[in-house]
């Protein structure tokens, strides 16, 4: 999926997710208020997901409901209709993919969105999921340690992740990208790396791309994404190399920042839902996936919690589900 955006217009991003919710709320006129009944698979409206988003409310409740039996032929999924509860390996801090919302408690984004729907396609409820906060160094551990369900928080799908957890997916794709300080002058492609100090996330697939595509570079490994960014901000670091969906997200904060534009570094990273190794949830959580791509829920999520927030003019086209390799 290419990722097509002009990193240096700020002005229009409010003005181009105003079509996108008013049509989505306009389509949400006609929504029952009363969740679906048990057994059924569709995706009548209503249910008791809240944030101050109601573009975003109205497409988490309005997801697809999985029939008893599909749900009770799978031990991954008949386990979190027990518990009652998804348990979710996620992130808060990151506003297209999983926000928290101050005002009401609720994470919301596009990590968070498919979340809530796979909550409501087991459940009967988007509201019904819990969320450990997770880092590039704990997401395997606590699936290894069967403290989550899942983990979906921009999940990069790579073999030697692939050793000890299982990936539903994938359901995104990005590509690696370099953000500066904004009016830099001294990077402005991937060949101008060289001799510079680029920061990235410790574990994350970034140490693996600059190793490749930019090896003349001293590498800065910091735990997380707000570290990477304080550290360009603050001139310990010359540039951020991840993957440019987090640094559109960086952009959208931060005005101090832009990402190099054309400037792309190695092939498209797969983002999946990783799973306990193993386990058949992962076929439950593809034919879920498959579904929301097939009825517009995919896209329509991804036009209120990315299109809406960074101008993107291009819609995507989701990977190939099932391409885990």
Not at 36 to 60: E, K, L, N, Q, R
Not at 119 to 146: C, F, H, M, P
Not at 242 to 260: F, K, P, R, Y
Request: proline share 3%; glycine share 8%; aromatic share 6%.
């Amino acid at each position: 999926m290419s990722i097509l955006y002009s990193s240096r217009t700020t002005a229009r991003l409010a003005a181009a997710g105003v079509a996108v919710i008013t049509a989505i709320a306009l389509t949400a006129c006609g929504s029952s208020d009363s969740s679906p009944a048990s057994g059924s698979d569709s995706s009548s409206g209503g249910g008791t997901f809240s944030s101050s988003d109601s573009a975003y409310d109205t497409i988490v409740n309005s997801g697809p409901v999985a029939d008893d039996a599909t749900v009770e032929a799978n031990e991954w999924a008949k386990s979190v209709r027990d518990a009652g509860t998804l348990k979710v390996g996620g992130v808060e801090t990151s506003v297209l993919f999983s926000k928290q919302d101050l005002t009401t408690g609720t994470d919301v984004g596009f990590d968070a969105g498919l979340t809530q729907l796979l909550a409501r396609y087991i459940l009967g409820d988007a509201s019904k999921t819990a969320v450990t906060q997770v880092t590039s160094d704990t997401r395997e551990d606590l699936l290894v340690n069967k403290q989550v369900d899942l983990v979906a928080a921009t999940y990069s799908i790579t073999p030697a992740r692939q050793e000890r957890i299982s990936f539903a997916g994938p359901y995104y794709s990005s590509s690696a990208g370099i953000l500066v300080k904004k009016g830099d002058t001294a990077i402005t492609s991937v060949a101008d790396l060289a001799g510079k100090t680029v920061a990235t996330q410790s574990g994350s697939t970034g140490e693996t791309t600059l190793a490749t595509y930019a090896p003349d570079a001293t590498v800065l490994s910091l735990p997380d994404n707000a570290q990477c960014v304080q550290a360009v901000q603050q001139g310990r670091a010359d540039a951020y190399v991840i993957d440019q969906t987090l640094l559109l997200n960086n952009v959208t904060q931060n005005d101090d920042l832009e990402v190099v534009a054309g400037a792309s570094l190695g092939t498209e990273d797969l983002y999946g839902i990783g799973l306990p190794k193993d386990s058949d949830g992962v076929e439950f959580v593809n034919a879920f996936l498959q579904k929301i791509e097939d009825d517009g829920t995919w896209l329509n999520l991804w036009k209120t919690t990315i299109q809406d927030k960074t101008g993107l003019e291009s819609e995507p086209t989701p990977p190939e589900i099932g391409k885990t390799d």
